[in-house]
């Protein structure tokens, strides 16, 4: 079975960058049909970003143009980049993949699509 797990977070002024990675573990060590969530001080957990095995994207209006997400030539490793951050940005993120996914499976910004979720790591943004 695949799992997953963040890295990479960690605390940065508003208009900073930071880096996100979501690696694989376990079974064929690949993550496919991944998307990014976060969970900031008493809100739900949102969508972030998604990306498929064919490369498409998707993105929450709050981030589109800010946040870039992609996958590395291995297949082990999904990152989101971070620019231009806001404090608003500060939450927990986490790192989700679905076992279900097919070359036609979309990206998706619902949680209940994915079934293997990483711990999360913490993403602080101060003005």
């Known amino acids: 079975q695949v799992q997953v797990a963040e890295s990479g977070g960690g605390s940065v002024q508003a208009g900073g960058s930071l880096r996100l990675s979501c690696t694989a573990s376990?079974?064929?060590?690949?993550?496919?049909?991944v998307g990014w969530f976060r969970q900031g001080p008493e809100k739900e957990r949102e969508g972030v970003a998604a990306i498929n095995l064919r490369g498409d994207t998707i993105y929450a209006d709050a981030v589109k143009g800010r946040f870039t997400i992609s996958q590395d030539s291995s297949g082990r490793q999904v990152h989101l980049q971070m620019d231009s951050l806001k404090p608003d940005d500060t939450a927990t993120y986490y790192c989700?993949?679905?076992?279900?996914?097919?070359?036609?499976?979309?990206?998706?910004?619902?949680?209940?699509?994915?079934?293997?979720w990483g711990q999360g790591t913490q993403v602080t943004v101060s003005s």
């Open positions: 376990g079974d064929r060590d690949t993550v496919n049909c």
């Open positions: 989700a993949k679905t076992s279900t996914c097919t070359w036609f499976t979309a990206p998706q910004l619902v949680r209940d699509d994915y079934d293997t």
